[in-house]
């Protein structure tokens, strides 16, 4: 038996179960729940349905949108031809974010993984296709992460986008900003020098 009534057991067994909370960070948010106000508990619950009902895929871009397509998507100012192109949508939205991209996006929902059964055929690949058929893309930057599975995905898509008459490029790797050169690994420090920019030329 827990040390909780098995109501508060049974919230903090789901609230365990979100990404980055462990059963330590579940119990204080049930706590904190518990000891505020009904009304915390309803907005909460009215919030986490309607992002459910509400929330859903851009057509275009396939970033979550409660309008479709999306604003990014309608922006006709964003229409200059280049497009990101992005593993989820929690990287679109750093990106965005930051401010510096005035383009357009498209979210694959994932990377090519055949270890895991993730092929082309899993991700918005053909979809990206499509898209390209209809719009006008000059420039396709990947910001894909530089995993196994990503590089394998860049290694993809540049084969598949490589006689469409466009640029293709992808984000910088290397050092971040704050790092420090002799405590980066080889690997960084192969790619930071392969993704080195001419200051002056
Ligand atoms: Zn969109």
Redesign the pocket.
């Known amino acids: 038996m827990g040390v909780y009534p098995p109501t508060l057991e049974n919230l903090i067994r789901h609230l365990a179960k979100l990404p980055g909370i462990g059963q330590k960070s579940a119990t204080r948010v049930a706590l904190y729940i518990l000891e505020h106000p009904k009304e915390l508990a309803e907005q909460l619950s009215r919030s986490l349905l309607e992002v459910k009902e509400k929330i859903r895929f851009?057509s275009?871009?396939f970033?979550f949108?409660d309008d479709d397509?999306?604003s990014?998507?309608r922006d006709e100012s964003r229409a200059n031809g280049v497009i990101c192109i992005v593993e989820g949508p929690g990287d679109q939205l750093a990106i965005e974010e930051s401010g510096v991209f005035k383009g357009k996006y498209h979210v694959l929902h994932g990377v090519l993984s055949p270890l895991d059964g993730v092929g082309p055929e899993d991700l918005k690949i053909s979809e990206l296709l499509a898209r390209l058929e209809r719009e006008s893309i000059c420039e396709a930057i990947m910001a894909i992460n530089p995993t196994t599975e990503g590089e394998a995905t860049v290694s993809f898509l540049s084969k598949l986008l490589s006689d469409r008459g466009m640029t293709l490029s992808r984000i910088a790797l290397g050092i971040p900003m704050g790092g420090d050169v002799k405590y980066m690994d080889a690997m960084t420090l192969r790619h930071a020098l392969q993704s080195r920019t001419c200051i002056r030329p």
Request: hydrophobic share 20%; with cysteine.
């Open positions: 851009c275009v871009c970033n949108t397509p999306c990014i998507c």
